[in-house]
Structure formats: structure tokens, C-alpha cells
């Protein structure tokens, strides 16, 4: 049996969480392989919204099994109130959630070490949600961090402090008020009170080696859907450095983040909007700082589940987008917030790059602001409410001709369209091709 891989093709926030909430009755395992709660995920079903930042997206599914692998990074607090905001709605959500013992944990003070590098690279920061998980996955290469498994070990309090002393000692140099810095408004020493009887409580959780369970779930003829977080775009290798996430995002990491070999990858989904939004700083060829910029925003309802912060918005970059399908070996697409665009007399398609006097088609090393322009096609948008829109054949027009421009270019289908936020609101298209 072959591992299917479920990914984010642009700068993360492409509706990941609701497709895989989708798909989850199609397989019997979804893992997590890497980020953590950074991650925002958002699944609506039964007029209720729920936002998973670690926790992976099938848990909602009665018959499911769900693994947060070795790739992932967990903060044990976070990870505990996330539990208690779910744990009624899921009275088996213990049974069937599975915690690789190799998975590092994210400890307050390198939360406290987020923000003394944003504060120290002043009008350069990166952006960072301040959730840890740069200096979490600086340690793990470094060979000092903390993991999961370690909770089980009668030296973890040592191991703890030891590594605490070292983060410290690394804010004084950077010249950081840890003593006033707060975490989610707590003092870093309240804060670290609760960090430690949640990470405690992490015992009661199956801690297992995951690589060993997902290995045995493929022999044993089991579906499993590894789910992404972030997106292409934020790959510590190939996105927009330095404004990009601490891990890779692409289908590669999926082997070092959930132990499984190249050959057991099959099919590999795409998840992109159909335009562009970013949070934080770097890049965006295709914002719009204009009246339409903030349609989208307001429409898409555009601000960062995880931090509440607002997007910035654009139109689709299919460059950006070709490139990230080569990355990962797409090889079918999804197309999430088309309703969104609904009322926009004209839509525009990045399809090149004016790039240092030439014309490009692909996704540039440098690609700051002053480097790259973005050049476009213009096509006839449409007004029709998609929302109430039941399969392909009852989507406008016009919407067609956008999904077959996109096809054509990518010479990748568009097998999913989504056209609202809930589960119910998802349109399989059901054909291979259009192009």
C-alpha cells in the first residue's frame, strides 16, 4: 500500500485542515510530519469551528487513527488546550491519537527565544508567530533538544533546567528583558509551571515510535494521509529565505518526518487558492495593496488562524504554483476559497515574471521586492453565489475557463474545488483532466 501525501502549494493557509477533514473517510490513518503549532487548521462542520494547531486534521472521524510523527514539534501547553477544547467532542480522542517518543517538544524558554531574535533583527524580522519552533528545530540539529519520550525519563526535570539555562544564557547575550517578557500573557515563570505539568501529562497519551506503527499500517494494507502544514513556499530549503519556516514543507519531508521510504509515496495532493495570501514578512510578487486586496481579505476572511493577524492578499501566481508542483510531484491539484472571487468584473493570472530585463516563467532565487514583477492574464470573473454550487457541472462559466487556464498551464488536474468553509461545501470534479 502506498502513502498518499496531502500538501499546502503556496505560503501556507490554502485550506489544508478542511480538505483532509474532507478526505479522512477515504483512509484509515492521518499523520502529521512536520511544523507545530504554528500551524492553524481550521474544520468546519455541523455550524461548529474548530482549529487544530498540532492536533491532526481526521481526528473529528470516528474510525480513524491519527499520528503526530518524529518530524513534528509540540508544545506541550498549547498541545493541552487544544485537547480540552476537543476532548468532549471526541469521547474515544485518547485511543486514537499516537505521539512519536521522537518528536521534539518546545519548551518556554524557547518561546522566550523567538522573540528575542525577532527583537534583535528590528525591521528584518522574519514575522514569526512566536510559537518557538526556529530555536526548537535550531537545537534538534544542534543534538541538545528535548523529546517527547523524554517525559518518560527519571532525569527529564536535569535534562529540563539544563537546557533552560543554555536559552538564558543566549537572551543576556542578545541583551532580551526575559524577566518581563510575558508568554500568552503570562510570566515566563507561571508559564513554565504549566509547561511542566502539561509535559508531564503527556504520559497518559500513546507515545509510541511512529515510524514502526506507519510502516506496519502500509504492510498491513491501511490508507494513510500524511497532512502538511505551512506551504511550499515556507520550505526552509526552497522558499523565500530567510522568510520561510524552520522545516521542509514538501513532500521530502514526509520520509524524515514520519520514517517511511521514497517508494511508498503515491499519490501526492496540492492544495492552493484560487489567488494568494502571506503572513508576515517577504515576498509577494502578486500582493494587492488596493481595493481589491482588501475585497479579498474581507471576503476570505483573511486573518491568520493562529494569529489573528491579516493577511496580505493577491492574485494567483502560477509560476510561484508551478514551481512548488515540481517540488512535491503533484499530482492532482485542489482549489480552495473560489467562492471568494465571486463579483470581481475582471481576474488577473500571474503566468511570468519580468525578471532583471527579461521574461521568465520560473520561480527565481532572488525574489525580493525591487527583483521581480509579475506579468499577467486578464480574464472575465463572474457573479454567481458558488456556495450553493452542488458539483462541476453547476459552476458558473466563466469559473470553468479559470480552472481549465490553470490546468493547462500546470498540465495537472483540478479534482477538488472548494466553494465555501464548511466540509459539506466541496465539489469533486469528478474527472481526471480538463486540459
Known sequence: MKLDILLGMQWGDEGKGKIVDVFTQRYDVIARFQGGPNAGHTIIFDNQKYILHTIPSGIFHENSKNIIGNGVVLEPLIFQNEILKIENRIPDLYSKLFISCKAHL???????????YEAYKGKEKIGSTLKGIGPTYTDKIARCGLRVGDVQRSDFGERYLKLKNQHLLLARNLEFDYKNHQIDGLSFENYEKLWMEAAYSLKKFNIVETEFMTNQALDKGHKILAEGAQGTLLDIDFGTYPFVTSSNTTSSGVCSGLGVAPKRIGEVYGVFKAYCTRVGSGPFPT????????????????????TGRPRRC????????????MLNGTTALIMTKTDVLSGLKNIKIATHYKYKGEIIDYFPFDMSFEAVEPVYH??????????????????????????????????????????GPDRLQTIFMDKQSNY
Not at 493577491?314 to 508542483?325: E, H, Q, R, S
Request: charge should be negative; hydrophobic fraction near 40%; glycine fraction near 8%.
Open 287 to 306: 500582493e494587492l495593496n488596493d481595493d481589491t486586496g482588501t475585497y479579498l481579505r474581507e471576503q476570505g476572511a483573511e486573518f491568520g488562524s493562529t
Open 106 to 116: 518546545i519548551l518556554p524558554s524557547h518561546r522566550l527565544l523567538d522573540a528575542a
Open 314 to 325: 493577491g492574485w494567483l501566481d502560477l509560476p510561484a504554483l508551478k514551481y512548488a508542483c
Open 378 to 419: 486578464t480574464m472575465e470573473g463572474w457573479n454567481e453565489d458558488l456556495t450553493l454550487s452542488t458539483d462541476g457541472d453547476t459552476l458558473p462559466e466563466k469559473l470553468k475557463q479559470y480552472i481549465l487556464f490553470i490546468e493547462s498551464y500546470l498540465k495537472i488536474p483540478i479534482v477538488v474545488v472548494s466553494v
